[in-house]
């Protein structure tokens, strides 16, 4: 082999590597061949559906011979398209006597569908369930069919939904998430079931009108298409509640669809007592229809449950079956991973509504469609929204940007619109309250979801309340980060507000990461937890408030190690009234589960508020602290150094640059002494911002999940955070000590590493005066009596140091001082504003930065 040939080999293996060491393929848990719920599947015994989840080959375009097997659902973390191609067979008599649909029920992100090469779907993005009327002509029943999904996932700051920002938002991975299915049902058959309940006259309380909508006959009917037919149809139809197997109701008729173009067939249910579907008897009507031939043979069933729910907003009160109801939700967030199925779905629900609560809030992720279906049977409504959370207000002035939301607003509620206990749809949250751009976004998007829904429900969650709002929604929502729920009661108390708007608590958030403690007076404790749920409960109450939403009900895993819930080896945002694997034994579940379904209320202990500040802080202070005092007085020389440095700068430093005595080893020592000062200082800033929501989403603004888990792995783990801040300090010294000295074959005086070296160390000793303040910084910190001070002498002892660096730069250069200030202005002057071109033009960094200032300011 020549040397041209194995070289470009080589490159061939390692561009492979590099492509398909992104690629990561996570097999996620679905057991869709056990479900076992007709209803949902819209399973008959004339319609079917054939999973086609098993047996799929993935690969990327450039290679389609390389690939792997996977089964669906699963995930993936390349950004690259990736292809995904199986075959499914459909025999000759199926094809003659079915249509059929493709069912998906969540791609993550943008896809494009084929089947049999034919483009037959372009998904634009986001997890919304999606079906695909298939014609009979696309579909083989001699040869293997092949479908074939072209996927990219690529989430932008500006140009996707959910967008890359995302604060508190669950996992977010590429792939075929959900399952995939095939839906038969008869060609000859019942096409659709419309109904409709009436008032009746005495001794009936209401009428069921239902009309049945039956396919084309004229076309379909022929002896080929239709088993058994003699030329009769009968329609049969059966009405019961959901809850008993007993008739309500049961008729055959005979008819003749064939000598009309559409046939439709009308008929009444006379009710005695009529059931009203409530979150507290989540009872239904069930109807069957069939359409036979009147000797037993069924040429189509169709399945359907009728929910007559009287849910409607009148004044400023909301009432449920002519009875005032208040909103106890709480968000369902749930983490994707191998164990997540229906089973676990169905665990979740049932435990949301032991737990007493009344509404689930699906937010931040749109849901799986099988937790919306058992709403209905556990007695529990549903708010949905677009996954938008924290736009900046620049954004939602953008047409495409309208255009976009609009988009997804519409497919969400063309599919969950099915659902008649969805009472309302929401474009996001932690809008500002006070931004006139919100506002507008969001009475817009309000509108277009009337017009879309008429009579569904608008909600949305604001950071901040304000009255005087003339926003478009029916339901304004207030969001409550760890800060105290009876301030609303204070401030509020059974004042009126808005006459068009209805208040409640659209999201009440409260980190557990100490986890059991000895009472509430811990913060960010189980019991914090429970006192702060409790509250909020209190708060609802007793204002005109009308109810509230607690956030979450599980912990559950995000993109990156968070700060304000508690860091995580694990990404677990510790914010649940249960933990990811459902233990119930936490206090604020007990709590929330005791005021909301019996009314009473459990004691929760108050304890004592533990320390916090490391012992490390001290411990490390005084260390360094003792070894510069036994240094200072142990050598004479030093001494005289520190206090010239110190007190004559200039003349220090113009000692330095005649290469007058100063010993080497005095600065390496005092290096390694200053460095432990600076990484000190740093660390304790980082222990104390380790839960700061502000600085967390400062963080996000920059677009990159890396830098938030290392600054949340810094900043909860000080002695951690001291070796490498201490490491990088010195580095920083040596580098920058490198930096200028090869600045100084600019000018004409010779100068010496060393004397650069010396400059560098010696212009940051007062680092050391701020040991003794550092052994009680954190806990002066903690006070928040004295922050905004410190912080300003901080900024301050920091200028002032590198004014000190600077001196001593042009000293040894023995150049005029304003050339070197210009020179270092414009380089720090081009490093900033490098830095700040590039993270606006990628990732709008300060667009996010300008809107979390706003957000903690209403907060």
Request: one cysteine or more; hydrophobic letters at 40%; proline letters at 4%.
């Amino acid at each position: 082999m020549t040397p041209n040939r194995l070289f470009i080999l080589i490159l061939i293996i390692f561009s492979n590597i590099s492509l398909y060491a992104q690629f990561r393929i996570n097999q996620l848990s679905s057991e869709f061949e056990k479900l076992n719920d007709p209803l949902f599947l819209g399973v008959t015994s004339t319609r079917s559906i054939q999973s086609l989840n098993n047996n799929w080959k993935s690969f990327f375009p450039e290679n389609p011979d390389n690939f792997s097997e996977v089964n669906f659902p699963i995930s993936f973390t390349s950004e690259q398209p990736i292809i995904f191609e199986k075959q499914f067979n459909i025999s000759a008599d199926d094809l003659l006597k079915n249509t059929f649909k493709l069912n998906f029920l969540g791609i993550n992100y943008a896809a494009e569908i084929f089947l049999n090469n034919v483009a037959v779907y372009k998904h634009p993005g986001g997890e919304i369930p999606f079906s695909i009327d298939i014609s009979s002509n696309l579909l083989n029943y001699d040869s293997p069919n092949i479908l074939r999904i072209i996927i990219q996932y690529n989430i932008d700051p500006q140009n996707t939904i959910p967008l890359l920002q995302r604060f508190l938002f669950p996992q977010n991975f590429g792939g075929i998430l959900r399952d995939v299915y095939l839906s038969s049902k008869p060609k000859v058959g019942i096409k659709d079931l419309e109904f409709n309940i009436a008032e009746d006259s005495k001794p009936y309380e209401g009428r069921l009108n239902i009309q049945v909508n039956l396919e084309e006959f004229n076309d379909l009917v022929s002896d080929s298409l239709l088993e058994n037919y003699d030329g009769r149809f009968k329609l049969e139809a059966l009405v019961q509640k959901t809850t008993d197997t007993s008739k309500i109701y049961f008729n055959i008729w005979n008819i003749n669809p064939t000598r009309t173009e559409n046939y439709d067939m009308s008929f009444y249910v006379r009710l005695r007592n009529l059931i009203k579907w409530s979150t507290k008897t989540p009872e239904s009507y069930f109807i069957s229809v069939k359409l036979t031939n009147g000797d037993g043979f069924v040429y189509d069933e169709f399945n359907k449950v009728i929910t007559q729910i009287d849910f409607q907003k009148k004044n400023k009160d909301l009432l449920l079956n002519e009875k005032s109801f208040d909103i106890e939700g709480v968000t369902y967030i749930r983490s994707l991973n191998k164990d997540y199925n229906y089973s676990i779905i169905e665990s979740d629900i049932k435990t949301i509504k032991e737990a007493g609560f009344n509404t689930i809030r699906f937010s931040k992720a749109f849901p799986h469609p099988y937790s919306v279906y058992l709403c209905e049977k556990y007695g529990l409504f549903a708010l949905i929204e677009v996954p938008l959370n924290s736009v900046p207000e620049n954004f939602v002035d953008d047409d495409n940007f309208h255009d976009r939301t609009l988009s997804f607003l519409n497919r969400t509620i063309k599919y969950y619109d099915q659902f008649p206990f969805v009472i309302g749809y929401s474009v996001g949250g932690s809008y500002l309250s006070n931004s006139e751009n919100h506002i507008n976004f969001i009475s817009k998007m309000n509108k277009a979801i009337k017009k879309m829904s008429p009579n569904k429900f608008t909600y949305t969650s604001f950071i901040g309340l304000n009255e005087n709002s003339e926003v478009n929604t029916d339901l304004y929502g207030i969001e409550i980060y760890s800060s105290n729920p009876l301030l609303l009661i204070e401030e509020y108390g059974q004042k009126e507000f808005s006459d068009s708007l209805i208040y409640f608590i659209s999201e009440a958030t409260y980190p557990t990461y100490k986890g059991n403690t000895n009472g509430y007076l811990n913060d960010y404790s189980f019991e914090g937890q429970a006192k702060f749920f409790d509250d909020v409960i209190t708060a609802s109450r007793e204002t005109n408030i009308k109810g509230f939403v607690l956030n979450s009900m599980f912990d559950y895993k995000g993109d990156f190690s968070p700060l304000y819930s508690g860091n995580s080896n694990e990404n677990i945002y510790q914010i649940g009234i249960l933990p990811i694997e459902g233990n119930k034994s936490r206090i604020s579940y007990n709590l929330v589960k005791s005021r909301l379904v019996t009314g009473s209320k459990i004691s929760i202990p108050i304890g004592n508020n533990e320390e916090d500040a490391p012992l490390f802080f001290i411990i490390a202070a005084l260390i360094i602290s003792v070894i510069i005092a036994l240094l200072i007085n142990s050598k004479r020389k030093f001494r005289e150094d520190t206090t010239r440095a110190l007190l004559r700068p200039y003349n220090f430093f113009a000692d330095v640059r005649d290469q007058r005595i100063l010993s080497s080893f005095h600065s390496n020592i005092l290096i390694l002494l200053l460095a432990g000062s600076n990484a000190l200082l740093i660390t304790i800033l980082l222990y104390f911002f380790k839960n700061n929501i502000l600085v967390e989403k400062i963080l996000l603004a920059f677009g990159n999940n890396n830098l938030i888990s290392n600054f949340s792995s810094f900043a909860w783990n000080p002695q951690l955070a001291f070796i490498y801040i201490y490491i990088a300090t010195i580095v920083i010294f040596i580098l920058i000590s490198f930096l200028v000295h090869l600045s100084s074959f600019f000018v004409k005086t010779r100068v010496l590493y060393s004397s650069v070296y010396s400059v560098a160390i010696w212009a940051f000793l007062p680092l050391a005066l701020l040991l003794p303040i550092e052994a009680v910084l954190y806990k002066v910190l903690i006070t928040q009596s004295y922050n905004y001070i410190i912080y300003i002498i901080l900024i301050l002892f920091l200028i002032w140091n590198i004014q000190r660096f600077i001196k001593g730069v042009y000293v040894i250069f023995d150049v005029r001082p304003i050339f070197i200030y210009l020179s270092a202005f414009i380089i720090l002057s081009i490093i900033v504003a490098g830095l700040s071109l590039y993270f606006q033009f990628t990732v709008s960094a300060f667009n996010y930065i300008s809107l979390a200032v706003k957000q903690y300011l209403l907060l």
